[in-house]
């Protein structure tokens, strides 16, 4: 019953914010629409907040399981399926940046895209070394990773304003063209001028 009642509540904010901007979405707003009272949702979240993070985390982590990075074109895999997402829940992502400001919701992106890409160049580099003895430090690591989250979040952002086009399944496919083997050739040349 308790994961029934915190999914109905988790629904019922991802339903209200396609038409109500989050900053407007009260506690009473999401008992009333999925039925229960407000100590029921206390019960669950300690605010609106910690349930915008609940879902903003949580989605992270089905986004984005650690199997998805078994394959070879993770990298790709993961692009297009941002840009399937983005375009399902358009409404839900672009009330989101209205709510948290460009910065806020741009760090979000950032720390969202940061996982796989970092997961992605954990896999490259460990082959990297199998196949040809080279490798990176920890820290390059990290830094190609955030290159890689900040490239993907601004592109998210400028999106969202309007400054990319409309469909962010053809951003994502362009993206998956121009970063065809670009993260191994900057890996590669990252290990061997270090």
Not at 96 to 108: I, N
Not at 124 to 153: C, H, P, W
Request: a negative charge; proline letters at 2%; one cysteine or more.
């Amino acid at each position: 019953m308790s994961q029934f009642t915190k999914k109905a509540i988790i629904d019922s904010f991802i339903e209200l914010s396609k038409t109500v901007p989050i900053e407007k979405i009260s506690v009473t707003m999401i008992s009333k629409h999925c039925g229960i009272n407000r100590n029921t949702f206390y019960y669950y979240f300690q605010d609106v907040y910690s349930l915008m993070e609940e879902i903003i985390y949580s989605k992270s982590e089905k986004l984005f399981p650690d199997s998805m990075f078994s394959e070879e074109d993770s990298w790709i895999t993961s692009l297009r399926f941002m840009g399937q997402y983005a375009k399902k829940n358009e409404a839900f992502i672009k009330n989101m940046y209205q709510s948290m400001g460009r910065d806020a919701f741009g760090d979000y992106m950032e720390d969202l895209a940061y996982h796989p890409a970092k997961k992605y160049i954990d896999r490259y580099v460990e082959n990297m070394y199998r196949e040809e003895g080279l490798t990176l430090s920890r820290e390059q690591r990290d830094i190609a990773a955030y290159l890689f989250a900040k490239m993907f979040s601004e592109t998210t952002v400028d999106w969202i304003r309007g400054k990319k086009g409309d469909d962010p399944v053809q951003i994502m496919e362009l993206a998956v063209v121009m970063m065809d083997g670009v993260a191994e050739h900057v890996l590669h040349n990252m290990a061997k001028n270090k």
